[in-house]
T-cell receptor, first 115, second 109 residues
């Protein structure tokens, strides 16, 4: 399968714990995006990378959230000291485009439940 | 960043043509208009993208008037499997891509 892969697909954790999600984009895709989606809402932008450079991070994003794309390939999203409000679907998308005008290819998402 | 406004929900019947309009009054010169479809528990899926006038592919058409302040996604002869949420996005070479709340389309038999 050559689509965007996200792991784990589901994560249940207790409040205060740290969690990490991984995204493997389609090979050679330059841009990688992270979104968060709660029930009944559209995907909320978190951050995006062009190759290994993090170009933008949402101002609404807590300092507990950090993302990396060390070699310009896979990316990780870490949430420290999780809170119940962090419960959501975390979506990753990639595109070969160097602009925002191309098609985004989304993964199936990683669902986080914070107890 | 251009903000988009869409109807929250729409109902249709199988076999009908569905038109979903998106308003984007603050669209910038280098912004493109892109529509995505999302089913429950899945990531959004690209439908169509355009800059101006009309674009057509195998699943939909996109109509963009000359002033580009709105766009209309047209789905011909919808089926039950077209029941989903449809998002209109506006974006160019700079900045991120913002999703709105989308339009929940319900297709009935």
């Amino acid at each position: 399968d050559t689509g965007v892969s996200q792991n784990p697909r589901h994560k249940i954790t207790k409040r205060g714990q740290n969690v990490t999600f991984r995204c493997d984009p389609i090979s050679e895709h330059n841009r990688l995006y992270w979104y968060r989606q709660t029930l009944g809402q559209g995907p909320e932008f978190l951050t995006y990378f062009q190759n290994e450079a993090q170009l933008e991070k949402s101002r609404l994003l807590s300092d507990r959230f950090s993302a990396e794309r060390p070699k310009g390939s896979f990316s990780t999203l870490e949430i420290q000291r999780t809170e119940q409000g962090d419960s959501a679907m975390y979506l990753c998308a990639s595109t070969p485009s160097l602009t925002n005008t191309g098609e985004l290819f989304f993964g199936e998402g990683s669902r986080l439940t914070v107890l | 960043l251009a903000k988009t406004t869409q109807p929250i929900s729409m109902d249709s019947y199988e076999g009908q043509e569905v038109n979903i309009t998106c308003s984007h009054n603050n669209i910038a010169t280098n912004d493109y208009i892109t529509w995505y479809q999302q089913f429950p528990s899945q990531g959004p899926r690209f439908i169509i993208q355009g800059y101006k006038t009309k674009v057509t592919n195998e699943v939909a058409s996109l109509f963009i008037p000359a002033d580009r302040k709105s766009s209309t996604l047209s789905l011909p002869r919808v089926s039950l499997s077209d029941t989903a949420v449809y998002y209109c996005l506006v974006g160019g070479s700079q900045g991120n891509l913002i999703f709105g709340k989308g339009t929940k389309l319900s297709v009935k038999p």
